[in-house]
């Protein structure tokens, strides 16, 4: 049986093709007060030289930080368990804290042992979190390749994206030898996660929006799939170890299953190029635009209407909270991530007793605090059998004049206040 390494698992493989990468250095020049800078730190525990070549996944993820055009010298590499110990990542986390600023870009990566490394000697979960938060920018990254990353990431908060190879119940699989190859990816040495992650860092495939970068989100989608299929191939190759994870875990269907935060109103990208030079897209600022919300004013009914579908259009770059009432009262409320598009429809069914007015409006919260309100009135315009007139259950704040619709958005606004 296989020997299992700690809670990170190491698997003999087959030889090691040397792929040759092109060095694309790309110099911006900023003639600028304040440059836009990229750093990168990058800490891996299993550096494995072969035929006097050292590889790992931090190596992996250099070389195509160089491609995408960072400056190798601001990308520190700090191999072995030698040389990632808690004093050395401090002082690398003070350098970010003291050399960084907010229009600046940093990547951390870390693969190392979960629980008998990260956890016990590293004591990642008492002090890394706050140490994180303190780099005075909002545009930071770290990537995690260990047994448990998701116990260590969850944990990160602020202005921040992050993502953790596996959940926090699941083991990480990495290669770190060449003996006995057979899987279909082309044979590497590190983390299964940490390799198709910075694979993907470069390739277009994965760009979805189609504007010539690939964004986090896209890099999290398009490797999943990749990695996925690899742990399957190493289950199906490793019979000791697909018991060992289905006992252990629960599954090895859908494995590993990656933890992500994602904190940030725009979508980040690792490519320094378009960073520098687009860098006023990865800013968080105070005063940009409010939700955008369009629906019918009114929507007439009769008596032959049991319910209506009242639709709301909602325009937003980022995530969101939005809370539906009818008259006045709250009756849904969710979040809309960002991502995919622009615009969405947001529903609500409406159940109609016939001779009565309603009153639906949505507001949506951006992250910044920015509100948008509107409303349709759903009116009666048939008859009432008893021909006795109805009250309308319209709120007369609301189809009152400009200054009393003003005060109805305040009474939303403070009845979501009110719920917090």
Request: glycine share 6%; charged share 20%.
């Amino acid at each position: 049986m296989r020997k299992l390494i700690s809670i990170f698992i190491v698997l003999s493989l087959t030889t090691i093709i040397n792929q040759a990468h092109v060095n694309l250095n790309s110099v911006i020049i900023q003639e600028q007060t304040n440059p836009v800078e990229t750093y990168a730190i990058l800490f891996d525990q299993f550096p494995q030289e072969i035929d006097n070549v050292t590889y790992c996944s931090a190596i992996e993820f250099k070389q195509e930080l160089v491609n995408l055009g960072w400056l190798e010298e601001n990308v520190s590499l700090f191999l072995g368990e030698e040389n990632m110990t808690k004093n050395i990542i401090l002082n690398q986390l003070n350098f970010l804290e003291q050399n960084v600023d907010d229009n600046d870009l940093v990547f951390i990566f870390l693969m190392a042992h979960g629980n008998t490394y990260c956890a016990d000697v590293l004591e990642m979960e008492e002090w890394f979190h706050l140490e994180f938060a303190e780099i005075p920018t909002d545009n930071k990254i770290f990537f995690m390749e260990s047994c448990h990353s998701g116990r260590f990431v969850s944990n990160l908060y602020g202005r921040c994206f992050a993502m953790g190879s596996v959940s926090s119940e699941e083991y990480a699989i990495g290669y770190l030898d060449t003996s006995n190859w057979s899987l279909s990816e082309p044979p590497f040495v590190g983390g299964i996660s940490a390799h198709f992650w910075a694979k993907t860092l470069g390739n277009l495939e994965a760009d979805v929006y189609a504007d010539g970068v690939v964004k986090l989100n896209e890099l999290y989608q398009y490797s999943l799939p990749l990695i996925r299929n690899c742990y399957d191939e190493t289950f199906e190759n490793s019979v000791d170890l697909s018991e060992f994870i289905q006992t252990n875990v629960g599954y090895i269907t859908n494995y590993p299953r990656p933890v992500l935060v994602d904190n940030l109103p725009y979508e980040l990208t690792l490519n320094a190029t378009e960073f520098i030079l687009n860098n006023e897209k990865y800013q968080w600022e105070e005063d940009i635009n409010p939700p955008l919300i369009t629906c019918l004013n009114t929507i007439p009914y009769d008596e032959q209407n049991s319910s209506i579908n009242v639709k709301f259009t909602i325009t937003e770059i980022s995530s969101h909270n939005y809370y539906c009432y009818l008259n006045g009262s709250l009756k849904n409320q969710g979040n809309k991530p960002k991502g995919g598009d622009l615009t969405w429809e947001y529903t609500y069914t409406l159940y109609l007793q016939p001779g009565n007015d309603y009153n639906v409006s949505l507001l949506v919260v951006d992250p910044w605090g920015n509100r948008a309100w509107n409303q349709t009135i759903i009116l009666f315009t048939g008859e009432i059998s008893n021909n006795e007139p109805e009250k309308s259950n319209v709120l007369p704040i609301i189809l009152g004049t400009v200054g009393g619709l003003w005060i109805a958005v305040v009474a939303v606004v403070f009845i979501i206040k009110s719920r917090k």
